[in-house]
């Protein structure tokens, strides 16, 4: 390999900013914050250690996910209740809005929808920032584990992790086979899951989250949802994210049904405007 003599030219070049997102629709937070306020919680679910469960939240709603009893991840998915096609979009939350989310950014759905699906109002892990390893939490970077990465690097029949987790609970929610589940579950929200890229080969790590119990993540349902979420088998992946042995903890999730009239003005949002015509 040559070096060229610019090399060190080319590598000063500034970076730009992919997608600028200052014209995103910015949520209400205020008008959600008075909302929640008055909200009474009206359901509740448990997603096991190493399993999953689903839950519904009706637009309008909070779905909050606490740690209840020790430091654990939990890998979520989201789907439109009534359209499982329309489905979070990772990738283009994390083109939107960063490698990781917080309060005020919100989960996006996929293609020809692209609109919020639900907006993160509260985070009590939103002080952990950015560390020195170039961590932090809630990611958008990482898949899920699943068995079939397991079985590329080490040969396995995992069934435990996060992929078959969430397959199973949406197939016990709606009453799908798991061949026909599978294809729906898609790639999650890492909740509390402290993760980052490494400076010197660009690999993904994860180290031991900094969630204990009573931090919780909390959300504005901008459009009915069903949800996923899985107690990653990892626990709090400080070592690894597929076993039987890491410490692991059930995850809570609670929903939240504003008093009526609290939205006054609030709307779902509206499916993306583009016309599809794709130049044809």
Do not use: Q, W
């Given at each position: 390999?040559?070096?060229?003599?610019?090399?060190?030219?080319?590598?000063?070049?500034?970076?730009?900013?992919?997608?600028?997102?200052?014209?995103?629709?910015?949520?209400?937070?205020?008008?959600?914050?008075?909302?929640?306020?008055?909200?009474?919680?009206?359901?509740?679910?448990?997603?096991?250690?190493?399993?999953?469960?689903?839950?519904?939240v009706p637009a309008g709603h909070f779905f909050r996910i606490s740690s209840v009893e020790g430091p654990q991840v939990g890998d979520l998915n989201l789907w439109n209740r009534d359209d499982l096609s329309e489905r979070f979009y990772s990738g283009k939350t994390r083109a939107l809005h960063g490698t990781h989310l917080t309060t005020g950014e919100r989960m996006w759905s996929t293609f020809p929808n692209l609109r919020p699906m639900a907006t993160i109002t509260a985070d009590t892990l939103g002080w952990y920032g950015i560390d020195s390893f170039g961590g932090s939490v809630h990611d958008v970077i990482g898949t899920r584990c699943d068995p079939y990465t397991g079985?590329?690097?080490a040969g396995t029949q995992y069934h435990h992790c996060c992929h078959s987790n969430l397959t199973r609970a949406l197939a016990a929610h709606t009453g799908m086979s798991l061949h026909e589940a599978e294809p729906h579950v898609h790639d999650v929200l890492n909740v509390f899951m402290c993760t980052g890229f490494t400076r010197d080969t660009g690999q993904y790590f994860m180290k031991a989250s900094p969630v204990r119990p009573g931090d919780y993540l909390e959300f504005f349902a901008e459009i009915d949802l069903l949800g996923g979420l899985s107690a990653c088998p990892g626990g709090d992946c400080s070592a690894e994210h597929?076993?039987?042995?890491?410490?692991?903890?059930?995850?809570?999730?609670?929903?939240?049904?504003?008093?009526?009239?609290?939205?006054?003005?609030w709307q779902v949002p509206a499916r993306n405007g583009y016309d599809r015509s794709h130049g044809a």
């Open positions: 390999m040559t070096i060229p003599p610019d090399a060190e030219a080319r590598r000063a070049i500034r970076p730009v900013i992919c997608y600028p997102n200052e014209t995103l629709p910015v949520p209400d937070l205020a008008l959600y914050a008075r909302a929640r306020a008055g909200a009474v919680k009206v359901s509740e679910t448990l997603a096991p250690p190493r399993d999953a469960a689903c839950f519904e079985n590329l690097l597929s076993s039987d042995t890491a410490a692991c903890h059930p995850l809570l999730v609670e929903v939240f049904a504003p008093a009526p009239g609290a939205l006054e003005g």
